[in-house]
């Protein structure tokens, strides 16, 4: 049974920055995607980044450049690194992973930024 743990969240003034962690437990293969998702109120959750293995990474647009997606497959744990954080990147970001065309995710973890 895999479990996905997020934490990292809170609140932060625009620019500055927030590491988020994702720590799975159950039976996980660093070839098993992972990433972030967020969900903003009233929109549709969305793709933030992926990463498979420890080194094949994908991003939204809208975060290229300011956010970084990392992976410790030793320890089961995958980390967003967001940095010049703005009042759009305020959300509900969940944890997902894909082992194996089964798709799990975290309990959610919010953050909110304020102009």
């Known amino acids: 049974q895999v479990q996905l743990v997020e934490s990292g969240g809170g609140l932060v003034q625009a620019g500055g920055s927030l590491r988020l962690s994702c720590a799975a437990s159950?039976?996980?293969?660093?070839?098993?995607?992972m990433g972030w998702y967020r969900q903003a109120p009233g929109k549709q959750r969305e793709l933030v980044a992926t990463?498979?293995?420890?080194?094949?990474?994908n991003y939204a647009d809208s975060v290229k450049g300011r956010f970084t997606i990392s992976r410790d497959n030793a320890k089961n744990t995958v980390y967003l690194q967001m940095n010049s954080l703005k009042p759009e990147d305020t959300a509900v970001y969940y944890c997902?992973?894909?082992?194996?065309?089964?798709?799990?995710w975290g309990q959610g973890t919010q953050v909110t930024v304020s102009s």
């Open positions: 997902n992973l894909d082992r194996f065309g089964v798709n799990y």
């Open positions: 159950g039976s996980i293969f660093s070839r098993n995607p």
């Open positions: 990463i498979i293995g420890g080194s094949i990474t």
